[in-house]
């Protein structure tokens, strides 16, 4: 057996032609699509990148793992203590260690482990091959890489390779000598509009549209295709461009595997999975080019699987998670699902297309911001317990059917609703900590870890000694640019709310 995992970093499902988007971002990956089934939502359980791929590879929540920021206690997986053994559980019970118990050479490309110090994505693989540049690196450094890996491998039997590709995080930087083919083509109907330009500049909080840069509106001239702010359409083009051409670009890669595999003659038995760790927000919830919320775009992710003898041009609409992948594959292969993992098998969808899946999904950010959040029907149910500068309220509530960009926020109409979200939730985190009772060496909650340890990563009001960002001085800077670009009234909300944590790291008198 074969299987190509293709993990495409930031990458939002509906900016691929196989999910509607009207721009020419994705042919090749259409054309896989088309010999497959394409899973229409499916969501991480934790956001962004080390929560995600953490969960992905343990088979697990990172409310059971620890893993759901990228600092602190919460970055790092929690101790398991007398339980441990001579072998620790991402060895043990990880995806990577079982594809190695079935017999498969598991192979990877990615910077990952050492961009996180995420030394547990390691586990299980046979080969790991580091490209070096923590994520920083486009796909011109990467594919020399997978195409020689490609020429020395892809003809053999049993391998399991996991492929990293960057383009689509910011910043954005598709080569300049690239003519930009989306240039003359209309942007999504739904940014194409002055007056939500105007009503987002006002919209206070990192990565917001006049700081892209998360706390600034700095522009990096080696990054021309990024902007810093968007003001108008002709800057918001610049930025749904930028992101729309790293798609592209990242999909003209793939067509050079699948070249490779179709020259040496294996290209109808490799099983293709094409997937990511979180989405990318680009104007949903007035956030642009950041992955910090637990909302639909940030946390929904394309899965597609073309899956040799399995179903083909299936679309398949029910819920899933992407730790689902782990039993799944186990199912397939023959393999056996490990007990601590969260996940649910899905193989019937892509052995027979049957159009299974959950009823619900919940999923969590804690690195940006602590969110936690429940998805069923059309509904999204939001809980904030650390806005991260954005001054979100405790509860939002969207209709996805008629507000898929969530701009409007029926929480305060709609109470009913939000207390059938608030149940969902709290069940969710009931079984959970049952669950942990049992299984781990505590029960901890990890995002009350991250809250009393000063709040999410991005968003840390500490001393200037501390990690994370801003801390004080630079949440003082962020005032400033506030003040400077006409939010005035922003800024004070966020001093009155934080105004006690701020008192407490002021110098005493």
């Given at each position: 057996?074969?299987?190509?995992?293709?993990?495409?970093?930031?990458?939002?499902?509906?900016?691929?032609?196989c999910?509607g988007?009207?721009?020419?971002?994705?042919?090749?990956?259409?054309?896989?699509?088309s010999?497959?089934?394409v899973?229409?939502?499916?969501?991480t359980?934790?956001?962004?990148?080390?929560?995600?791929?953490?969960?992905?590879?343990?088979?697990?929540?990172?409310?059971?793992?620890?893993?759901?920021?990228?600092?602190?206690t919460?970055?790092?997986p929690?101790?398991?203590?007398?339980?441990?053994?001579?072998?620790?559980?991402?060895d043990?019970?990880?995806?990577?260690?079982?594809?190695q118990k079935?017999?498969?050479?598991?192979?990877?490309?990615?910077?990952?482990?050492?961009?996180?110090?995420a030394?547990h994505?390691?586990?299980?693989?046979?080969?790991?091959?580091?490209?070096?540049?923590?994520?920083?690196?486009?796909?011109?450094?990467?594919?020399?890489?997978?195409?020689?890996?490609?020429?020395?491998?892809?003809?053999?039997?049993?391998?399991?390779?996991?492929?990293?590709?960057?383009?689509?995080?910011?910043p954005?930087?598709?080569?300049?000598?690239?003519?930009?083919?989306?240039?003359?083509?209309?942007?999504?109907?739904?940014?194409?509009?002055?007056?939500?330009?105007?009503?987002?500049?006002k919209?206070?909080?990192?990565?917001?549209?006049?700081?892209?840069?998360?706390y600034?509106?700095?522009?990096?001239?080696?990054?021309?295709r990024h902007?810093?702010?968007?003001?108008?359409?002709?800057s918001?083009?610049?930025?749904?461009d930028?992101?729309?051409?790293?798609?592209?670009?990242?999909?003209?890669?793939?067509?050079?595997?699948?070249?490779?595999?179709?020259?040496?003659?294996?290209?109808?038995?490799?099983?293709?999975?094409?997937?990511?760790?979180?989405g990318?927000?680009?104007?949903?919830?007035?956030?642009?080019?950041d992955?910090?919320?637990?909302?639909?775009t940030?946390?929904?992710?394309?899965?597609?699987?073309?899956?040799?003898?399995?179903?083909?041009?299936?679309?398949?609409?029910?819920?899933?998670?992407?730790?689902?992948?782990?039993?799944?594959?186990?199912?397939?292969?023959?393999?056996?699902?490990?007990p601590?993992?969260?996940?649910?098998?899905y193989a019937?969808?892509?052995?027979?297309?049957?159009?299974?899946?959950?009823?619900?999904?919940?999923?969590?950010q804690?690195?940006?911001?602590?969110?936690?959040?429940?998805?069923?029907?059309?509904?999204?149910?939001?809980?904030?317990?650390?806005?991260?500068?954005?001054?979100?309220?405790?509860?939002m509530?969207?209709?996805?059917?008629?507000?898929?960009?969530?701009?409007?926020?029926?929480?305060?109409?709609?109470?009913?609703?939000c207390r059938?979200?608030?149940?969902?939730?709290s069940?969710?985190?009931?079984?959970?900590?049952?669950?942990?009772?049992?299984?781990?060496?505590?029960?901890?909650?990890p995002?009350?870890?991250?809250?009393r340890?000063?709040?999410?990563y991005?968003a840390r009001?500490?001393?200037?000694?501390?990690?994370?960002y801003?801390?004080i001085?630079?949440?003082?800077?962020?005032?400033?640019?506030?003040?400077?670009?006409?939010?005035?009234?922003?800024?004070?909300?966020?001093?009155?709310?934080?105004?006690?944590?701020?008192a407490?790291?002021?110098p005493?008198?």
């Amino acid at each position: 057996m074969r299987i190509l995992y293709i993990d495409i970093d930031s990458l939002r499902p509906d900016h691929l032609g196989c999910y509607g988007y009207h721009r020419n971002t994705s042919p090749t990956l259409d054309q896989i699509a088309s010999e497959g089934v394409v899973f229409e939502r499916c969501y991480t359980p934790d956001a962004p990148c080390l929560p995600s791929r953490t969960a992905f590879y343990s088979g697990r929540f990172g409310i059971h793992t620890g893993v759901v920021g990228h600092g602190g206690t919460a970055a790092q997986p929690k101790i398991e203590g007398p339980l441990r053994d001579f072998r620790d559980v991402f060895d043990n019970q990880g995806l990577a260690r079982q594809l190695q118990k079935l017999g498969l050479h598991t192979a990877m490309i990615s910077p990952f482990g050492q961009r996180h110090a995420a030394w547990h994505f390691y586990a299980g693989f046979n080969e790991i091959h580091n490209t070096g540049e923590g994520g920083m690196e486009s796909a011109e450094t990467v594919q020399p890489i997978v195409d020689k890996w490609m020429a020395d491998n892809a003809a053999k039997d049993n391998w399991y390779l996991h492929l990293n590709y960057w383009d689509p995080h910011t910043p954005y930087r598709v080569p300049v000598d690239i003519a930009n083919p989306f240039e003359k083509e209309p942007l999504p109907a739904w940014l194409d509009n002055d007056e939500l330009i105007t009503r987002h500049n006002k919209i206070v909080g990192p990565h917001t549209s006049l700081e892209i840069g998360m706390y600034n509106d700095k522009v990096s001239p080696e990054y021309p295709r990024h902007p810093g702010k968007v003001t108008d359409r002709a800057s918001m083009r610049r930025m749904i461009d930028g992101y729309d051409m790293a798609v592209r670009y990242v999909d003209d890669q793939i067509a050079k595997i699948v070249d490779a595999l179709k020259k040496a003659g294996v290209y109808d038995d490799t099983a293709i999975i094409i997937s990511a760790d979180h989405g990318e927000n680009l104007g949903e919830l007035g956030i642009y080019g950041d992955h910090g919320t637990a909302d639909d775009t940030t946390c929904r992710v394309p899965m597609i699987i073309k899956y040799p003898g399995g179903a083909e041009g299936v679309r398949n609409t029910q819920f899933h998670y992407n730790l689902d992948l782990a039993p799944t594959l186990m199912e397939l292969l023959g393999g056996e699902k490990q007990p601590l993992w969260d996940g649910e098998s899905y193989a019937d969808a892509i052995a027979r297309g049957k159009d299974i899946g959950r009823d619900e999904v919940v999923f969590s950010q804690c690195a940006h911001i602590c969110q936690r959040s429940v998805r069923w029907g059309k509904w999204l149910y939001m809980r904030t317990y650390h806005d991260g500068f954005r001054l979100f309220p405790q509860e939002m509530l969207y209709d996805l059917e008629t507000d898929p960009h969530e701009q409007n926020n029926l929480a305060e109409s709609h109470p009913e609703i939000c207390r059938e979200g608030l149940w969902r939730l709290s069940r969710w985190h009931d079984a959970q900590m049952q669950k942990m009772a049992v299984e781990s060496n505590d029960t901890v909650d990890p995002l009350w870890t991250v809250i009393r340890e000063g709040g999410p990563y991005y968003a840390r009001l500490a001393p200037d000694s501390s990690p994370g960002y801003p801390r004080i001085s630079g949440f003082e800077k962020y005032m400033k640019h506030l003040n400077a670009t006409e939010r005035k009234e922003g800024a004070d909300a966020l001093r009155k709310k934080y105004a006690q944590r701020i008192a407490g790291l002021s110098p005493t008198k």
